[in-house]
């Protein structure tokens, strides 16, 4: 993750450059499309590098208490095993969950990504309720009632 991080971030570089240099022989200064491509930028590596530091917490926690538990230690008392087996089992499950949680980084890093989560969930939701046609007819009872014969 690190490697792509770094080629994320050399790639956004020589693309900005590339932008830059036909901007100034363009003209001097900066438009809004050029500014905005440049806080995309940042908003993709700052949420790049969120994930990546979130991850190795949780994998280097896990893979510590993993070692941990290898280390032979004779007449372990059984509160020191349950609370070994539990811290293994949180951090296992928080490695787990990782991959849900990256939607939650992504919500908490980037003011764009909320921005876009925000109108699709919108134009979602104001499109089921537009498209909810559902027709309500009337209930007619075909049967004819017979009535007794008078005699």
Known sequence: MISSILLIQ????????????IVIQQREG???????ERKCDQEVLAILLTQVVVY?????????????????????????IIIEQLAFNLADLLATLYSSVAF??????????????????????????????????PFSNNLTTKTPNAR
């Open 56 to 80: 190795t917490i949780l994998a280097i926690s896990l893979r510590i208490i993993q070692i941990y538990n290898t280390i032979p230690i004779p007449n372990k008392p059984v509160d020191r």
């Open 104 to 137: 939650y980084l992504n919500t908490i890093t980037s003011r764009m990504f909320r921005d876009e989560l925000i109108i699709v969930l919108r134009n979602e939701l104001c499109y089921r309720w537009l498209t909810n046609t559902i027709r309500i007819e």
């Open 30 to 36: 900066r438009n809004e499309a050029q500014e905005f």
């Open 10 to 21: 050399r790639n956004l570089a020589r693309k900005r450059q590339h932008r830059h240099h």
